[in-house]
T-cell receptor, first 111, second 112 residues
Framework: ETGVTQSPTHLIKTRGQQVTLRCSSQSGHNTVSWYQQALGQGPQFIFQYYREEENGRGNFPPRFSGLQFPNYSSELNVNALELDDSALYLC??????????FGDGTRLSIL | EDQVTQSPEALRLQEGESSSLNCSYTVSGLRGLFWYRQDPGKGPEFLFTLYSAGEEKEKERLKATLTKKESFLHITAPKPEDSATYLCAVQELMDSNYQLIWGAGTKLIIKP
């Protein structure tokens, strides 16, 4: 059974740029959730996709957007990067309503 | 406002010294409470789900319990490899998104 994989593992961008982060779900999972985790904090919910539709969104601006593909892999896109966007971005997959299983995240640094 | 608070923020124990971590929550209705372990540079690793007050789950040296206001993660005779940050999260009953609301975690250090 393949777990959740995220790419890239690390990324450095400058303010104003755009970034795309990728996530491959665990086999059989139809739901993907994205989280932002600042250092020393718990994850903050960005949004969730269920069967290719956005199924809920946290308190993040519209410049955070996403996609889920027919194979249930997913992308997180962030436009107009700000310094405060520096964080660990985590993807989690699950069956709807079941415990979420996480990848090891993408560490995004904004200069 | 829904909240999840974990205490203590950090805990240092000697190997073999048992203790408990606390997770208190305020939600309008609890669908489930989740415990995860997170190692440095890694994503959270699922440990337990608890659904109703009085429920208990065990895995090796860890035991999670749930009341109507809080959950405890008991660690019995810990080993250095149990060192990690332990995160607690809740799902609200009326939330169709199954969104997880997280605490800030307890950093556990077990000294040999």
């Amino acid at each position: 059974e393949t777990g959740v994989t995220q790419s890239p593992t690390h990324l450095i961008k400058t303010r104003g740029q755009q970034v795309t982060l990728r996530c491959s779900s665990q086999s059989g999972h139809n739901t993907v959730s994205w989280y932002q985790q600042a250092l020393g904090q718990g994850p903050q919910f960005i949004f969730q996709y269920y069967r290719e539709e956005e199924n809920g969104r946290g308190n993040f601006p519209p410049r955070f957007s996403g996609l889920q593909f027919p194979n249930y892999s997913s992308e997180l896109n962030v436009n107009a990067l700000e310094l405060d966007d520096s964080a660990l971005y985590l993807c989690a997959s699950s069956l709807q309503g079941q415990p979420q299983h996480f990848g090891d995240g993408t560490r995004l640094s904004i200069l | 406002e829904d909240q999840v608070t974990q205490s203590p923020e950090a805990l240092r124990l000697q190997e073999g010294e048992s203790s408990s971590l606390n997770c208190s929550y305020t939600v309008s209705g609890l669908r489930g409470l989740f415990w995860y372990r997170q190692d440095p540079g890694k994503g959270p690793e699922f440990l337990f789900t608890l659904y109703s007050a009085g429920e208990e789950k065990e895995k090796e040296r860890l035991k999670a319990t749930l009341t109507k206001k809080e959950s405890f993660l008991h660690i019995t005779a810990p080993k250095p490899e149990d060192s990690a940050t332990y995160l607690c999260a809740v799902q609200e009953l009326m939330d169709s998104n199954y969104q997880l609301i997280w605490g800030a975690g307890t950093k556990l250090i077990i000294k040999p």
